[in-house]
């Protein structure tokens, strides 16, 4: 009896942070893994700590939030790994200050690298998911998304939009055998969090009824349960490790 091809995952914004952690724990749990970065050294290192461990796995440098790099990108993992089995929209871009000194660019910008990107992955792996009846889909949005955030006002736009299109998404194909769920972590000790000043996190981390700022691993877990058949019955919906930051 032939041995079982293990299944793929493509995650964007792997290269460090809360996307590492969760290539490097879906590759533990038997993926093969499709590890995407705008860093092309980012997601190669990546690459390599999986493979070194006894994983599978290649990098793929693209930026999301473009129509022909995700069309590249995408055609470059079918023609490594095959189907996509599972995608996690993990890309982000941070950027802090309030409303009035936010400018248009940097407002684009983060819609563009969060949602765009999001639009445009699943655009690109969904068709072959449909076509199969299978897949499963995790958008990483954020707490702030669900409650704001003071001189966050873009970021926490664009993980709203994300929860929503999450939503609706699920609606519309989870009868098809594709499931959408969505990960709003909360302060999370990652690259994003740390460039955030001294006085938010301090502040930020006062608010915690935990006491502390999760960890990438413990966003990881999240995903792998929701990718997992012990996450079947999730629709449509977020999960949220957020220390007690969101209770809903």
């Not at 041995?3 to 964007?12: E, G, I, R, W």
């Not at 599978?56 to 189907?83: H, I, K, L, N, Y």
């Not at 449909?130 to 704001?148: D, M, P, T």
């Not at 981390?205 to 999760?214: I, K, V």
Request: charge should be neutral; glycine fraction near 12%; aromatic fraction near 4%.
């Amino acid at each position: 009896m032939s041995k079982a091809v293990a299944k793929v995952a493509l995650v964007t914004g792997a290269g460090s942070g809360i996307g590492a952690a969760i290539a490097r724990r879906l590759a533990r749990e038997g993926y093969r893994v499709a590890v995407n970065d705008l860093r092309t050294e980012a997601c190669q290192r990546v690459a390599q700590d999986i493979a070194g461990a006894g994983g599978e796995a290649a990098a793929f440098t693209a930026d999301v939030s473009s129509e022909s790099a995700v069309a590249m990108m995408a055609e470059a993992v079918r023609a490594r790994f095959g189907v996509v089995h599972l995608l996690v929209n993990n890309a982000g871009h941070g950027h802090q200050a309030s409303f009035l000194d936010i400018s248009l660019d940097q407002f684009e910008r983060m819609f563009a690298v969060h949602v765009r990107g999001t639009f445009l992955m699943t655009r690109a792996v969904l068709p072959a998911m449909l076509e199969r009846g299978e897949g499963v889909i995790v958008n990483i949005a954020s707490q702030l998304g669900q409650v704001g955030g003071v001189e966050l006002v873009h970021y926490a736009g664009a993980k709203g939009a994300i929860i929503a299109m999450t939503k609706s998404l699920a609606r519309e194909v989870s009868t098809r055998g594709v499931r959408v769920n969505a990960v709003a972590p909360g302060p999370i000790k990652t690259p994003l969090v740390e460039a955030l000043s001294d006085d938010w996190k301090k502040a930020k981390a006062a608010e915690l009824p935990l006491g502390r700022f999760g960890e990438p691993g413990e966003v990881a877990g999240a995903v792998v349960f929701l990718a997992s058949p012990d996450g079947a019955l999730f629709v449509g919906q977020t999960l949220g490790p957020n220390s007690g930051d969101v209770m809903l």
